[in-house]
């Protein structure tokens, strides 16, 4: 997607007499109707005034320069920030249409806010002034490392003034202090979507949640690109798991070997369930999370029943929502790994690129702004990876024309 | 420019049967047309759907939250964030019809890069990952200062991928580790538009980025907001300090007296031009400074006579592209603070807003990236101060509706 290497010479729309011909008589057309990828059909008014190049801007010499960006600091070419604009857009388009409104957060929090959700302090990049004296009061502020603590933050500062439900969309870079390595990212992009509610957020904000980000995902993708966005729900998964046998810590690592299940055999599965729990009813567990059928799923406790409930509604609105929707499907093994989802989960893949791992995902925290606020301000959300995503997309029609 | 305090009734065109409507029959309409200000004629849509509220939705308690965002790093209401996402966007869709094309570049720089510029290291933020061990690479890296310096290093990095010359917009935030007081903001957004030529670059450039800049404030502001586009060139300021007896480092301190001479008064600025030098003609300097008719400059040593040339083929030409501006005006008091200017050189006012200083400033730098590369990549720039603009447009129609 890099930029043609030499400029284009003087095309029949452009004005040859234009102001800006050398004295030579070449004229560079440098207009955006030649640089530009016409994926979008975005060129739509007459070509604009380029500047006279001199003849020796073509030459090439193989020197290359030091200087260079930092790793894990990806930079696009104008050209790939172009198709970047055009998916983000998109997504953009699709949100505003479902009511949502845009949000930008600073880019720092403070530590404390930070960190009081369990991240790990190592992969935070803390800020210090270069060179200050004596305490400046920048000592305690750190860039964001995701969109929804900044969002959490936000509203329970700002709770008087909004207006809840309070929908927001937020397309920002975060920052992650990993080590380098290959597809690990330090700054990268993500795009979500939330609803938080003061007080009670009604179940059908799971499936409006859904049902955007699944529109906005056809909208963004090549026509014809399949993908699934498989649903679960943590109570049901937390009963089912209760169920079995576990309680206390040992149902949170099982959710956790369940999470996994994807990348492990069935023999290693059921090894790392009966090692948390020997006692435990392992096979009846994996049966009931590998079901396709909800009829198979019977004598339920109290929270997988409500959780089986919740899923079904959500499942039953989505319907409505996307009717024709062949992208949607009830998953019992989808976990998520955050520990602040309380309710629905959701992940979405694609069928041509499963190496992206989950684009999509998200699901209900019905807790998250606990240590924020003494409301109660639950919240269901969504967040497409939109960095990788692009790095994807960038490779298919029409975005890499 | 606050949300309205309480979600609005049901209107008209909202379906109140909408699966959403609530068991009570109330339906809350969240949709954007209802919440969205209608400034830009943005919403051409149906409704979209709006979740259920929940009575309690409606309840305002008095408590203030106690998280905060940091001093400084100032953060705009969903209302608001539109207004500025429409400033951005008429901004953006002025310079891509010039033909520029959008970059962005990663939030941090080597420090050695930023520091090379004269820069103040103290106002720097500096990372550092929070608890990680030993050296992990990541202990010499910075926030951009600019987007200036990141543009720099981005070409000298890219040479051999990009078209000469190389024209970009770039709107993205920077950070500055000031003391926080009021009106200083520790991060706000530039939207910077440069052109970059390998070896050599026209004058003709310098007008292309000052008309396109002008435009883009007309295409912005308010009907009939009056703005004054003050033009300079360094060489003919340069040129004449030079001749009225100033050498060596009293010509930038006598500059810098005269990048003041609004603040102070005309018998203050012949003091301070005295102290510097005091057998300089001061007087004959100030005439010249002061002059708007250029037939009065003679006698000019080569120097001035280069920038004086220069000045009158940049406004011949910016007369050209925008041939009936009442917004132009050649004025020899432009001297702009940073040391880095070799040329043209331009600030811009508001009539009605004087106390914003200039929202649009910047010039020709010949040698910018001479630091950073072994090749002579000449460029000039405009930047449009937007949070500090759109601070102001934020209450003035069709923004504060």
Redesign the interface.
């Known amino acids: 997607m890099?930029?043609?290497?030499?400029?284009t010479p003087a095309h029949g729309h452009c004005n040859p007499n234009h102001?800006?011909a050398?004295p030579q008589g070449i004229h560079f057309c440098?207009?955006?109707r030649h640089?530009?990828p016409n994926y979008e059909n975005?060129i739509t008014?007459p070509?604009?005034?380029?500047?006279?190049?001199?003849p020796?801007?073509l030459?090439?010499?193989n020197?290359?320069?030091m200087?260079?960006?930092?790793?894990g600091?990806?930079?696009?070419?104008?050209?790939e920030?172009?198709a970047f604009?055009a998916i983000t857009s998109k997504i953009r388009h699709v949100y505003?249409?479902?009511?949502?409104?845009?949000?930008?957060?600073?880019?720092?929090?403070?530590?404390d806010?930070l960190?009081s959700k369990g991240i790990d302090?190592?992969?935070?990049?803390?800020?210090?002034?270069?060179?200050?004296?004596g305490d400046?009061?920048?000592k305690d502020?750190?860039?964001r490392f995701d969109l929804t603590v900044p969002l959490a933050?936000?509203v329970?500062?700002?709770?008087?003034?909004?207006?809840?439900?309070f929908?927001?969309y937020q397309c920002q870079?975060v920052?992650r202090?990993e080590?380098?390595q290959k597809g690990r990212y330090?700054?990268f992009h993500q795009f979500d979507l939330d609803?938080i509610?003061?007080?009670?957020l009604?179940l059908?904000?799971d499936a409006?949640i859904l049902?955007a980000a699944n529109t906005a995902l056809t909208a963004v993708l090549p026509q014809g690109t399949a993908f699934t966005m498989r649903i679960n729900n943590r109570k049901l998964l937390t009963g089912l798991v209760e169920g079995a046998g576990y309680a206390g810590d040992d149902v949170y690592k099982a959710i956790k070997v369940i999470d996994d299940l994807e990348k492990v055999s069935a023999e290693e599965a059921v090894k790392r369930l009966t090692e948390i729990n020997g006692s435990a009813n392992v096979q009846a567990l994996l049966t009931h999370i590998k079901t396709t059928d909800f009829s198979t799923l019977t004598s339920l406790n109290d929270m997988a029943q409500e959780g089986l409930t919740e899923l079904q509604a959500v499942l039953a609105?989505l319907n409505?929502?996307l009717p024709n929707s062949t992208t949607l499907v009830a998953d019992l093994t989808i976990a998520r790994g955050l520990d602040y989802y309380t309710g629905t989960v959701a992940e979405t893949r694609l069928h041509a690129a499963p190496e992206l791992g989950s684009i999509c995902s998200g699901g209900r925290y019905d807790n998250l702004t606990a240590s924020?606020?003494?409301?109660n301000l639950p919240g269901v959300g969504v967040s497409i990876g939109v960095s990788r995503l692009a790095a994807w997309l960038m490779d298919q029609p029409p975005y890499n024309s």
Request: proline residues 11%; contains cysteine.
């Open positions: 890099a930029l043609p290497a030499n400029p102001p800006y050398t440098l207009c955006r640089r530009k975005r008014s070509c604009a005034p380029t500047s006279p190049a001199s020796n801007i030459r090439k010499p020197h290359v320069p200087r260079t960006n930092i790793s600091f990806p930079e696009y070419t104008p050209s920030q172009l604009d505003e249409s479902f009511g949502y409104v845009p949000l930008e957060t600073a880019a720092v929090e403070r530590i806010t960190t302090s190592k992969e935070v990049y803390a800020l210090r002034r270069l060179n200050a004296q400046d009061g920048d502020i750190a860039l933050r936000y329970a500062q700002n709770y008087s003034s909004l207006t809840f439900p929908r927001r870079p920052w202090g080590r380098a330090r700054q609803i509610a003061d007080g009670k009604p059908e904000a409006e049902a609105t409505q929502l924020l606020s003494d409301r």
